[in-house]
C-alpha cells in the first residue's frame, strides 16, 4: 500500500514537472522527490533520475524542468517479502550467557523485550505524579536511592489503581483525584505571636477523604489516639 502511495505521489510530480511555467532546479526537485520517499519508506524500492526538459513558456520563454524516470526495483521487492511479516530481535544473550542468572531462552527474551514498554510507561507515569526537581546522582548508593523512590512510587501508583477498581468512592474516580483529595488534608501550625510553644493541628478531615483512607486501610490516620501519639491535635 505504500508503494502504491508512493507511486502515485510520484506521478503527480512527474505531471507537474512537465507542465511548470517556471524553471525548476535539481537540488529543490530532488529534495522533494526524496522527501516522497522517505515518508512512503519507499526509498529501496523505487530509483528515479531527473531527465531534463525544455518548454516554451508564455511569450516563448525557455523553461527548464525535467522528465521524472522512476523504476520500480523488483528484486529488492521480492527480497523484502521474504522477511515480510517477520519479526526479528538480535541480542547476544542466550540460555547459555554466564552467569546462569542472565541466560535466557527465546520466549523469556521476547517477553523481556514486550515488557519493557510496561517499564517506559511505568516511568511515563511516575513522572507524571511524582514532584522530581532535577536529580544528579552519581554514586551506586545513590543511584539505588533514586531508582528505589520511583519503583516504590509506582506500586503506590498502581496499588491505588486496584484498589479504586474493587472498591469504588463516590466523587473519586481516578488516581490523580485521589492525590488531589487528599492533599488538602493539612497540618497547620498553631501559635501565639512572641511564644516559642506552638501546637500542630489537623484540618477537618471531609468525607471524601475519610472514605479513601477507610478503603486504604488508613482511617487510623485520621483519629485522635494516632494523632496525639505524634503530636497533633484534631481540629
Not at 83 to 105: A, K, Q, R
Not at 194 to 201: A, R, T
Request: charged letters at 30%.
Amino acid at each position: 500500500m505504500f508503494l502504491e502511495k508512493a507511486i502515485e505521489k510520484l506521478n503527480q510530480e512527474k505531471q507537474s514537472l512537465l507542465v511548470a511555467k517556471k524553471s525548476r532546479q535539481v537540488k529543490p526537485t530532488k529534495k522533494k522527490i526524496d522527501a516522497i520517499l522517505r515518508k512512503f519508506k519507499a526509498n529501496l524500492f523505487l530509483s528515479y533520475r531527473l531527465e531534463p526538459v525544455v518548454l516554451t513558456g508564455n511569450g516563448g520563454s525557455e523553461v527548464h524542468t525535467f522528465d521524472l524516470v522512476y523504476e520500480i526495483k523488483t528484486e529488492a521487492i521480492k527480497k523484502a517479502m521474504l522477511n515480510d511479516g517477520i519479526w526479528m530481535l538480535v541480542t547476544n544473550i542466550c540460555e547459555t550467557t554466564e552467569p546462569e542468572v542472565y541466560g535466557l531462552g527465546p520466549r523469556e527474551m521476547i517477553k523481556a523485550y514486550r515488557d519493557k514498554n510496561r517499564v517506559e510507561e511505568g516511568f511515563r507515569e511516575v513522572k507524571s505524579f511524582l514532584k522530581f526537581q532535577p536529580t544528579f546522582v552519581y554514586t551506586d548508593e545513590h543511584v539505588r536511592a533514586h531508582y528505589t523512590i520511583c519503583i516504590l512510587s509506582y506500586l503506590l501508583d498502581v496499588t491505588i489503581t486496584n484498589r479504586l477498581r474493587e472498591n469504588s468512592i463516590e466523587g473519586v474516580s481516578s488516581v490523580n483525584k485521589v492525590y488531589r483529595t487528599l492533599e488538602r488534608c493539612e497540618i497547620g501550625k498553631l501559635g501565639l505571636k512572641g511564644e516559642k510553644s506552638q501546637i500542630l493541628k489537623l484540618t477537618s478531615m471531609t468525607s471524601a477523604q475519610k472514605n479513601i483512607m477507610e478503603v486504604f486501610n488508613c482511617k487510623y490516620l485520621g483519629m485522635s489516639d494516632y494523632l496525639e501519639l505524634i503530636g497533633v491535635k484534631k481540629v
